[in-house]
């Protein structure tokens, strides 16, 4: 890896890709940002109109259209090339068509000596992390999926709303696949040290229902946004970087990330959503937190789905 300088490589810049590369130049993340994608007209066009924005930004920024040759001297590859979700789709539905996409742009990358980390974006984002990882032959460490991290921030703003509190205050996890499988973790949730059963108590005319209700309007929310716009990419965008700060600036910062487990939460040869600590090195640990019983076996059914749906694609 480069030392002073923090070279960020962006394959694929559709609705995701590009609204990545927005909110990467507003917030000042890196000083190079380099955009690769089929479309080599619309991606020129982007690298143009963010570069107009330069004077109005927190901090320079070089950003150009380039190739993989520029992945050579990166610090971090961010992967968000692929097909969409299309309206009445899973995440999952999209797997052999994306992994074949994904082994094409691993052999480009690769073949110029990249050395840095992979950020997977693009779903079945759990699987295609898995697929990056393999395919690539780099330590389980510096392979990463957005895992669940937008799930846990959907997660956090319906319940900051329900509870009227800031989400930025509110400490709670989706955890498992990122998509129909996924679960909360009802167990470790917490606003103020309290936990949600202790709000719940405080809160008038509070239902149970309320929550389940809550949370399936967390795990359905894409196919919402995605019947009302096509497709989701502000929040995922938000989040992608979220963990690209964690590991440019080395801040050890614990998310809700799809990395490889090991015997933790007691499964292995898997990627898949969990509490891990994201620094300059990718995945420094997982972190596993007591789940109770319910936890456990909606988690264990999660594995077994994904495990069961990567088989068609492993070599």
């Known amino acids: 890896m480069k030392g002073s300088v923090n070279r960020v ?48 930004a927190p901090a320079p920024t070089k950003i150009w259209f380039g190739d993989y040759k520029d992945c050579r001297d990166a610090d971090l590859v961010v992967l968000c090339a692929g097909l969409n979700q299309k309206p009445g789709e899973t995440r999952l539905d999209l797997v052999e068509k994306n992994t ?138 938000m989040g992608l970087v979220r963990l690209t700060k964690a590991i440019l600036e080395n801040q050890n910062s614990v998310l809700t990330v799809s990395t490889y487990l090991d015997g933790e939460y007691g499964h292995k040869d898997i990627f898949i959503g969990v509490p891990a600590i994201v620094n300059r090195s990718g995945i420094r640990e997982v972190v596993e937190i007591d789940l109770d019983e319910e936890e456990k076996k909606k988690f264990d059914h999660s594995v077994q789905v994904l495990k069961k749906t990567m088989e068609p694609i492993l070599d």
């Open 9 to 56: 490589v962006l394959v694929g810049t559709g609705f995701v890709g590009s609204s990545y590369a927005f909110a990467m130049l507003n917030q000042g993340v890196t000083e190079e940002l380099v955009l690769i994608d089929l479309n080599k007209e619309k991606s020129e066009g982007d690298a143009m109109d963010l570069n107009h924005g330069l004077p109005f």
């Open 100 to 237: 074949k996409i994904f082994k094409n742009i691993v052999d480009e990358i690769m073949i110029n000596d990249f050395n840095g980390i992979f950020l997977v974006a693009t779903n079945p984002v759990d699987i295609l992390t898995y697929v990056v990882w393999k395919h690539s032959g780099f330590p389980k460490e510096r392979v990463i999926g957005s895992g669940t991290i937008l799930d846990t921030a959907r997660f956090r703003f319906l319940l900051g709303d329900y509870f009227n509190v800031d989400t930025r205050n509110v400490h709670a996890y989706i955890i498992g696949e990122h998509g129909d499988t996924e679960l909360p973790v009802w167990s470790h949730a917490v606003i103020a040290g309290k936990t949600i059963a202790d709000w719940n108590r405080m809160k008038k005319n509070f239902n149970q229902s309320d929550l389940e209700e809550l949370f399936i309007n967390v795990r359905d929310a894409a196919y919402h946004i995605i019947k009302r716009k096509g497709a989701t990419y502000y929040g995922i965008a």
